[in-house]
């Protein structure tokens, strides 16, 4: 099969690791273009300035460690992606979009508590009607630890996934890549430490019969 073209839409740095690190890893393991597009800066409402050239820092680190053939930083507001407008951020992604073709697409589950997550989601949602991204083949949400399972319990709350990875062979991968964002990393039990990730990794294989898995719902899929 020939080789596809994916691209990882994150709303902040460590986004894209937390939700499909694993995946994405495989995905270069089989000869897969992988390219990371993520939005927000990540630390303007958390931290002080400079720590955005650090975090930017960690990300090409953590792209390193994955193998993606690059990653675009869009660095808007942390936390206030609601104050631009929407068309704004749809038109930038079916631009970045455009420019790589791809035929793979993953971002977040809409119904996170951390609102830029869904607010990202809506957009390249859009961003990828059909005829904006015509080679598209897959477009898939996943999870993100810390986020994901503290969704407002109303609705359609629950990621449901539909479609799983193995990714015992790449976990290591996936945590090495994580660990390199070192401001957002926490001590066990927090859902974003090292370990939790390994269970949690371990937990979904369980459903489904293997060592490690990350969970997906796939909202869109052409054979």
């Known amino acids: 099969m020939p080789a596809s073209?994916?691209?990882v839409v994150g709303a902040h740095p460590d986004d894209e690791i937390l939700g499909a690190g694993g995946t994405l890893a495989r995905h270069v393991r089989e000869g897969d273009e992988v390219h990371a597009l993520v939005v927000a800066d990540g630390a303007a409402s958390r931290y002080p300035r400079e720590m955005m050239a650090a975090l930017g820092k960690?990300?090409?680190?953590?792209?390193?460690?994955?193998?993606?053939a690059s990653i675009k930083l869009a660095a808007l507001p942390d936390q206030r992606l609601d104050t631009v407008p929407l068309i704004e951020l749809t038109q930038l992604l079916e631009s970045l979009l455009g420019e790589i073709g791809?035929?793979?697409v993953y971002t977040h589950f809409p119904s996170d508590v951390n609102s830029?997550?869904?607010?990202?989601?809506?957009?390249?949602?859009?961003a990828c009607r059909p005829y904006s991204q015509p080679r598209l083949r897959r477009?898939?949400?996943?999870e993100t630890p810390s986020s994901t399972e503290w969704?407002?319990?109303v609705g359609d709350a629950s990621l449901a996934p539909n479609h799983f990875v193995d990714i015992a062979a790449t976990l290591d991968t996936k945590i090495a890549a994580m660990e390199c964002y070192e401001s957002e990393l926490r001590d066990y039990p927090h859902p974003r430490s090292s370990r939790a990730l390994r269970e949690r990794a371990a937990y979904w294989g369980s459903l489904v019969g293997r060592a490690a898995a990350e969970p997906f719902r796939i909202l869109r899929e052409v054979t």
Not at 58 to 68: H, N, P, T
Not at 139 to 142: D, E, G, L, Q, R
């Open 5 to 7: 073209r994916v691209v």
């Open 58 to 68: 960690d990300a090409q680190r953590a792209a390193e460690a994955i193998g993606f």
């Open 102 to 104: 791809p035929h793979v």
């Open 116 to 126: 830029d997550h869904g607010i990202v989601a809506r957009a390249t949602w859009t």
């Open 139 to 142: 477009f898939a949400v996943f």
């Open 151 to 153: 969704a407002w319990p």
